[in-house]
């Protein structure tokens, strides 16, 4: 304790032409330091020793001593501003800032995790920091195994692979066992036996139980015996906070209880396992987290753990917490998805009907657009309510922006009609893959009059106006018949019964078989041009007129039979 206090005093003394500000000391100390903050009357008598000490010496003196015990306090901090597209952390360091994301294995992520997770890289991106990703399965009762594996896939593929480090919890009990053992040896720590509904209407009461003052040696026994004798609900080993705390949360909290569920990681091995403010209180020290960032829902938890960081004297991490965000009309429930899943309702998880990452992943959404909505969200405690329609409209815009300029062109036809333009010229329509990016090359539709339109289209068609066959010919429907017009564009353009412009496909044995998995469930199958074909699986196509896709897999037939491309419906 000396040698902190001595560092600040000499830091004090030296802005200061020699003199201490004691209560300057106190505040510098104490942040440095929180764990003295039970003691200030004995911190307080340090300092005024130490400044009698220090202000009695010459300031070139204070200045060597300070150079030899802190040089780092001699160092002038520079302002450093960080640009970026949030709004600054408190006590950010660029190159220093470590954030975390710490979900349970009870499933793959969803949209909300989506959030929690973007916004928490979006912010190590923007400091050079590290981004890690903690499992916390300390728990044994609600783990579904899988998910040790689906959610460092969605964390990577959200983060464009970025995550520094992934730790799983049930792999650390033997250092979180070191720490409680710790806090037993120090009295800060108890095996409470009381029954809990007691105990807890003595903790409302603000009255320890007979638990709270047994030696220091009762406990190390009732400790060890956690791990041998006692069963699970018969005793649970609590932090000795404030008995009489304003918030009855902080009063006394467990820490350590036992648990004697089979774990899918540890089988039955371990029976003694953390509660989750104390593997988060020890895993965020050890890992050198520097903001954790998390909703508002775990403030009081926050509370706890500088608690349990006090007993050890570390610094603690900054807390920054967001507002409940309420995603109106989603089922983010993992329990009811895994549920439905296996009552075969959804095919898996990543049925496109489901706002989990596997799905929307499949179906070809870009991690960009998520990290672009977490942004626009931002760090907030004010809550919010988003519904499906403003959701998917925020994100599939920002989705947009990145598919876009990558996404070919080609024409699918849904429900395929057969049609005969009398008159129609033989021609080789030439079209862009891309329109804006005319140097990606064409593609060729060669037609004479039998071309494939879409039901849809077919039965909107009036008769006596001017329809065209984009990039072929305008025509009009007659009676029974299909009359071609003309060529030119401008005459439909200017043509005063104008009707519809339709994309098409000509009547050839080179069209493909398509299939086209929508997010409601059902398929839309048509035809598809030979082009098509050249499409590699996850590639990302606009079809005309129609919404973006990803190839999900092609379907090999037989000689006999064409092979069919399946595609994932994405968005317009």
Avoid at 34 to 49: G, N, S, T
Avoid at 264 to 278: A, I, N, Q
Wanted: proline share 5%.
């Amino acid at each position: 304790m000396k040698d902190i206090i001595l560092k600040y005093a000499l830091k004090n003394a030296l802005g200061f032409n020699g003199k201490v500000n004691k209560n300057v000391v106190l505040g510098m100390v104490l942040h440095d330091t929180p764990a003295l903050k039970k003691d200030v009357p004995k911190v307080l008598k340090e300092i005024e020793k130490v400044i009698s000490e220090v202000e009695m010496l010459p300031l070139p003196k204070i200045q060597q001593q300070l150079q030899k015990l802190a040089p780092e306090l001699l160092q002038e901090k520079k302002e450093e501003t960080i640009e970026g597209p949030l709004k600054p952390l408190p006590n950010a360091v660029k190159g220093k800032v470590v954030v975390r994301i710490a979900p349970s294995p009870s499933g793959p992520l969803h949209i909300g995790h989506a959030y929690g997770a973007s916004l928490n890289y979006e912010y190590a991106k923007m400091y050079d920091g590290k981004f890690l990703l903690r499992i916390e399965d300390t728990n044994p009762e609600n783990i579904y195994a899988p998910a040790y594996e689906m959610i460092p896939e969605d964390t990577r593929w959200l983060s464009d692979n970025h995550v520094a480090q992934v730790v799983v919890q049930s792999s650390r009990l033997g250092l979180y066992y070191d720490y409680a053992e710790q806090l037993v040896q120090k009295g800060k720590a108890y095996v409470c036996k009381c029954d809990p509904d007691g105990w807890r209407e003595k903790k409302n009461q603000g009255i320890a139980c007979p638990c709270r003052d047994l030696s220091v040696q009762e406990n190390n026994l009732r400790y060890a015996k956690m791990f041998s004798e006692y069963a699970e609900g018969e005793a649970v080993l609590r932090l000795k906070t404030d008995i009489e705390h304003k918030n009855p949360a902080m009063r006394d909290f467990p820490i350590m209880r036992i648990n004697e569920h089979i774990h899918p990681k540890t089988d039955k091995e371990h029976k003694v396992w953390p509660l989750m403010v104390f593997s988060v209180a020890i895993d965020d020290h050890e890992l050198g987290v520097t903001h954790v960032l998390n909703g508002k829902d775990h403030a009081d938890n926050a509370k706890k753990e500088i608690l349990i960081m006090d007993c050890f004297g570390w610094k603690h991490p900054e807390y920054k917490h967001w507002g409940r965000i309420n995603f109106e009309g989603f089922t983010l429930s993992t329990t009811q998805t895994k549920h439905a899943i296996e009552q075969k309702v959804y095919s898996g998880w990543d049925d496109l009907r489901l706002p989990f990452l596997p799905a929307l992943r499949r179906r070809g959404y870009q991690p960009e657009a998520f990290r672009r909505f977490a942004i626009e969200i931002g760090l907030s405690l004010a809550d919010k309510s988003v519904s499906q329609e403003e959701f998917w409209k925020m994100v599939n815009a920002f989705n947009r922006e990145v598919i876009e300029p990558k996404a070919n062109r080609y024409f699918f036809v849904h429900n395929p009609v057969e049609i005969s333009i009398k008159g129609a010229p033989k021609k080789e329509a030439v079209l862009d893959l891309h329109p804006d990016y005319p140097k990606r090359g064409k593609r060729i539709l060669s037609a004479e009059g039998k071309v494939f339109i879409s039901q849809e289209d077919h039965k909107k068609l009036g008769k006596g106006k001017i329809h065209r066959l984009m990039d072929y010919c305008n025509f009009t429907l007659n009676g029974n018949s299909w009359n071609f017009v003309s060529e030119n564009y401008e005459d439909y353009k200017n043509a005063e019964n104008k009707g519809f412009i339709i994309h098409w496909l000509p009547v050839s044995k080179d069209l493909l078989q398509v299939e086209v998995l929508l997010d409601n469930g059902e398929k839309a199958v048509g035809v598809g041009e030979k082009g098509l074909e050249k499409v590699k699986e996850n590639d990302i196509v606009q079809l005309e007129r129609m919404y973006f896709a990803k190839l999900d897999h092609t379907e090999k037939k037989d000689r006999k039979e064409k092979n069919k491309v399946v595609f994932c419906y994405l968005h317009t």
